[in-house]
């Protein structure tokens, strides 16, 4: 049994007014962000700083305690790790082999832009969150949406570019 991410999301009090409104905001400005690399998505919840997310902040720690940098990166699209881990192409296509039994004979058809993306994002959730189980998503921060998009755009012209957001599993 898993549990579904919608019922998660409305037990925490749809009824709760100043909630709502911390929601509404978010989608205003971008006060929320602290990192500065972030940007307004198109739903609320997709509207979270690297600086808001425990797992990310603990790989920002690390940088310090393991890398040896004298002090925490502000945005996790600034670690010595990001980079290698989700915007390298030779990675990405090592890990998209590791990936590809999993989705199929129609996998080979997608475009390698919107399979980097794809791959990139599965990447920042086994860095930070190790392996979290069938159909159990998360949000990812803002800004290093913005940047794995930004590594790996469509073709075309920006004005014209339509991303997929996030969506629970039962979406």
């Not at 549990?3 to 999301?9: A, L």
């Not at 670690?79 to 915007?87: E, I, K, S, Y």
């Not at 998209?96 to 794809?118: M, S, T």
Request: contains cysteine; glycine residues 6%; aromatic residues 10%.
């Amino acid at each position: 049994f898993e549990p579904v991410g919608r019922r998660r999301r409305e037990a925490k009090g749809n009824n709760n007014n100043s909630n709502e409104d911390d929601q509404q905001e978010r989608l205003e400005n971008s006060e929320w962000c602290t990192c500065e690399n972030c940007q307004i998505m198109d739903r609320a919840v997709e509207c979270k700083c690297c600086q808001e997310i425990a797992q990310v902040k603990a790989k920002l720690r690390e940088a310090v305690e393991v890398d040896g940098l004298k002090e925490e990166p502000a945005c996790i699209t600034s670690h010595p790790g990001f980079l290698a881990v989700c915007t390298n192409r030779w990675v990405l296509q090592a890990a998209w082999y590791q990936y590809r039994p999993h989705y199929g004979g129609n996998a080979a058809e997608v475009p390698l832009h919107k399979r980097n993306r794809h791959i990139a994002y599965r990447q920042l959730v086994r860095w930070c969150w190790g392996i979290l189980g069938k159909e159990i998503r998360i949000v990812l921060p803002s800004c290093t949406v913005r940047c794995i998009r930004a590594h790996f755009p469509p073709p075309g012209l920006e004005e014209d570019f339509v991303f997929t957001g996030f969506k629970y599993a039962d979406e």
